[in-house]
């Protein structure tokens, strides 16, 4: 079974722009959350997506959104990138909301310049 | 205060031995995650605790729901477990938002 894949693996924007990233969960897998890490503060939640609705939200500005396909497939998107979005974006996938294992995709590489 | 405190920051070890990295939680929780990560940011799900004492190998991971404290020991470490081991808790309404340590940077030199 092919794990949790995201695309791009790297990104670089600049300031203004907006960016799209894609996580593609484990066949199945009907949840998708997705995460921050930066070297300052570390892995923080951003949001969770079952059954194509945003079911959780971090504590993000509204420049950062999502999405959950029928097939499961989840895009995030944050507009008007600012430096501090430099970061690794993971997603992870599970097959539901109640206590179950999340399985992590390699992440995609932000740089802000 | 951090609502996940992990222990010690940084462990440097030489094979063989007995590793113990610990994590301490402030918050309600439904369940506890151990995770780990190599460089070049790839993470991996070790455990999910909610009670008890869970074993994969030479990894074990026990949790003391009453004192809000976890521990995650590694037996006859191997250079190859080195990388940063991180805790983190899901709160009692969603398994999927979890919180997260600082994480524990794991060295085992041969």
């Known amino acids: 079974k092919a794990g949790v894949t995201q695309t791009p693996r790297y990104l670089i924007k600049t300031r203004g722009q907006q960016v799209t990233l894609s996580c593609s969960p484990i066949s199945g897998h009907r949840s998708v959350s997705w995460y921050q890490q930066t070297p300052g503060q570390g892995l923080q939640f951003l949001f969770e997506y079952f059954s194509e609705t945003q079911r959780n939200k971090g504590n993000f500005p509204g420049r950062f959104s999502g999405r959950q396909f029928s097939n499961s497939r989840s895009e995030m998107n944050v507009s008007t990138l600012e430096l501090g979005d430099s970061a690794l974006y993971l997603c992870a996938s599970s097959l539901s909301r109640e206590a179950d294992t999340q399985y992590f995709g390699p992440g995609t590489r932000l740089t802000v310049l | 205060k951090n609502e996940v405190e992990q222990s010690p920051q940084n462990l440097t070890a030489q094979e063989g031995e007995f590793i113990t990295i610990n994590c301490s939680y402030s918050v309600g929780i439904s369940a506890l995650h151990w995770l780990q990560q190599h460089p070049g940011g790839g993470i991996v799900s070790l455990f999910m605790l909610s009670s008890g004492k869970k074993k994969h190998g030479r990894l074990i991971a026990t949790i003391n729901i009453q004192e809000k404290h976890s521990s995650l020991h590694i037996t006859a470490s191997h250079p190859r477990d080195s990388a940063v081991y991180i805790c983190?808790?899901?709160?009692?309404?969603?398994?999927?938002?979890?919180?997260f340590g600082a994480g524990t940077r794991l060295t085992v030199k041969p």
């Open positions: 983190a808790v899901s709160p009692p309404y969603n398994n999927n938002d979890m919180r």
